[in-house]
């Protein structure tokens, strides 16, 4: 078959090339048969013959890798950020919406500051996933990133030798390192495939998927920070004592617990304002107010008032009154039970 004049001369150019193909074969579509690299005024096309019998051609922009580099860091820094910003919206916002009449204690910087701070740390956390060409090394440094700091601020919270610091850290660490090596792959792997995807024609609605998925996934994981019944009853509880004994002109206008402070006293100690936190681990701490029994089922909620007191109330049991007084708090962050002095 006899090809135009104006396709003969475009066979000097790859597209002419490929537009010839389609005169010169009659078959059946058949996978992609042929790809060539072509330059064209320095932009270097990565075409693709796709058939036979109605040859197509694709020619896309084939970048070079400091482009790659550059646009994966970008996609690490934006979606972690995003991850970051979920995560704390969600975990510390569940138990703000669900107790929206309590006075919350959010350590360290409160609602807002958390969130600020955890929109931080998820874009440089995605940059250190995303910094490295290498998947493998990416998702180690972020992993041994992420459980620094996560153990770090564990460990600064306690009064030990750095010895133990040392060791304790090690221990805690390289475990921990591990179980974050799923999170921190999958999160390289979403940040790979929407580069790679990123400059194909038919990907748009593709791309974002694998986004999308993650975060509905770290929104999931982040709703199980919500108190349990325990935790709500015992804040709602602790709430109305205080707002009674506020409210109170005199000793025997307090509510019992209040009365029989083990310290202090509450007409002259207690502020006008305060947060609540609840805590069930490391109990030890206020082993003067613990019953010598059912130790299982005891908690404490935590009073800090704007005056800068505090004051400890342990509850044996949910429906048992409680032991109270008052008492510097060393932490704002509770250490676990693991690191407690036996």
């Not at 058949?30 to 019998?53: F, K, N, Y």
């Not at 475990?175 to 921190?184: G, Q």
């Amino acid at each position: 078959m006899a090809l135009p004049p104006s396709e003969l001369l475009g066979l000097t150019n790859l597209t002419g090339l490929f537009r010839a193909l389609s005169f010169l074969f009659d078959s059946h579509h058949l996978p992609a048969l042929a790809r060539s690299d072509s330059h064209h005024g320095g932009i270097i096309l990565q075409c693709e013959v796709i058939g036979i019998r109605h040859v197509s051609y694709t020619c896309r922009r084939k970048e070079n890798e400091g482009e790659v580099d550059r646009d994966r860091r970008l996609v690490g820094i934006g979606l972690g950020a995003a991850l970051g910003l979920v995560y704390v919206l969600v975990s510390q916002g569940i138990n703000v919406v669900f107790l929206s009449n309590i006075p919350l204690f959010l350590p360290p910087l409160g609602f807002w500051g958390n969130v600020a701070l955890g929109t931080l740390w998820g874009g440089l956390l995605g940059l250190i996933c995303a910094w490295p060409h290498s998947t493998a090394i990416g998702v180690t440094l972020a992993s041994l990133a992420s459980v620094t700091i996560t153990i770090g601020r564990s460990l600064l919270s306690m009064n030990e030798g750095l010895t133990r610091l040392v060791i304790m850290g090690l221990v805690l660490g390289i475990p921990a390192a591990f179980l974050m090596v799923p999170a921190m792959l999958a999160l390289r792997w979403t940040i790979n495939g929407v580069v790679d995807l990123r400059s194909h024609p038919t990907a748009g609605g593709q791309r974002w998927r694998g986004p999308l998925i993650l975060l509905a996934l770290c929104a999931l994981i982040a709703a199980f920070s919500l108190y349990n019944a325990k935790a709500r009853t015992l804040l709602i509880r602790m709430n109305d004592t205080l707002q009674v004994g506020l409210a109170a002109g005199s000793t025997a206008e307090l509510p019992v617990e209040l009365q029989t402070l083990r310290s202090g006293d509450f007409l002259t100690d207690a502020g006008d304002a305060y947060t609540l936190q609840w805590t069930e681990t490391d109990l030890d701490r206020f082993i003067d107010l613990r019953p010598s029994n059912n130790y299982s089922a005891h908690s404490a909620v935590l009073v800090r008032f704007d005056n800068g007191q505090s004051l400890v109330c342990l509850y044996p049991d949910v429906n048992l009154r409680p032991n109270c007084a008052f008492r510097p708090l060393a932490s704002a962050i509770p250490r676990r039970p693991l690191f407690a002095e036996d």
